[in-house]
């Protein structure tokens, strides 16, 4: 029996609040081709597993398909990201993040994250280059933090078409 990754539901929830999920696309055997759509949408996972990978995509209205969903959502210019401040409160400090190769936008180090692997000890999101070329990020942070962590800094950036740039609130809800 695959093992879950600790504080997995209250992290699906707070996904949930933005309209997003992880769907699962661990595979036992190497495939030939990627996930359809349809096998996407099959795997809506509410249980994140050790050593289980994970596509966060925006979850469909009734009637509406992932597909239809996800272009809505890249369509609108919306992307998920973790934004972290570069001088952390102190209350924030002792939040241990590894990342790599975002954008910088003001007092912010900001990081796309569309894909999860959850690990023993830690999870490792990050987004490929084919999700946003210019800046494939990468972030590493500790399984025990991980709840608290995206409280604090998962937001949805959003790049409107006149130029502007708008972010959601953090949740700030869940603290394991």
């Given at each position: 029996m695959d093992?879950?990754?600790p504080g997995?539901?209250n992290?699906?929830?707070?996904?949930?609040?933005?309209?997003?999920?992880l769907?699962?696309?661990?595979?036992?055997?190497p495939?030939?081709?990627s996930?359809s759509w349809e096998?996407?949408?099959a795997?809506?996972?509410?249980?994140?597993?050790?050593?289980h990978?994970?596509?966060?995509?925006?979850?469909?209205?009734?009637g509406?398909?992932?597909r239809?969903a996800?272009t809505?959502?890249?369509?609108?210019g919306t992307?998920?990201?973790l934004?972290i401040p570069?001088?952390r409160?102190?209350?924030?400090?002792h939040?241990t993040?590894?990342?790599?190769d975002?954008f910088?936008?003001n007092?912010?180090?900001?990081?796309?994250i569309n894909?999860f692997?959850?690990?023993?000890?830690?999870l490792?999101?990050?987004?490929s280059i084919?999700?946003s070329?210019d800046?494939p990020?990468?972030?590493?942070?500790?399984a025990?933090q991980?709840v608290e962590?995206f409280?604090?800094?998962f937001?949805?950036?959003?790049?409107a078409?006149?130029?502007?740039?708008?972010y959601?609130?953090p949740l700030?809800k869940?603290v394991?």
């Amino acid at each position: 029996m695959d093992k879950r990754f600790p504080g997995d539901r209250n992290l699906a929830d707070l996904l949930k609040w933005y309209g997003l999920a992880l769907y699962d696309v661990t595979t036992t055997l190497p495939r030939a081709v990627s996930f359809s759509w349809e096998e996407l949408a099959a795997n809506e996972a509410s249980d994140y597993l050790i050593s289980h990978r994970y596509y966060l995509l925006p979850l469909p209205m009734e009637g509406v398909t992932v597909r239809q969903a996800y272009t809505a959502f890249r369509n609108n210019g919306t992307f998920p990201i973790l934004r972290i401040p570069k001088t952390r409160p102190k209350e924030e400090r002792h939040f241990t993040i590894e990342a790599a190769d975002g954008f910088v936008q003001n007092d912010f180090n900001s990081y796309y994250i569309n894909e999860f692997y959850f690990q023993k000890d830690s999870l490792s999101a990050s987004s490929s280059i084919f999700f946003s070329y210019d800046c494939p990020s990468r972030v590493i942070v500790p399984a025990k933090q991980t709840v608290e962590i995206f409280n604090h800094y998962f937001t949805l950036i959003t790049f409107a078409k006149d130029g502007s740039v708008t972010y959601s609130e953090p949740l700030r809800k869940y603290v394991d």
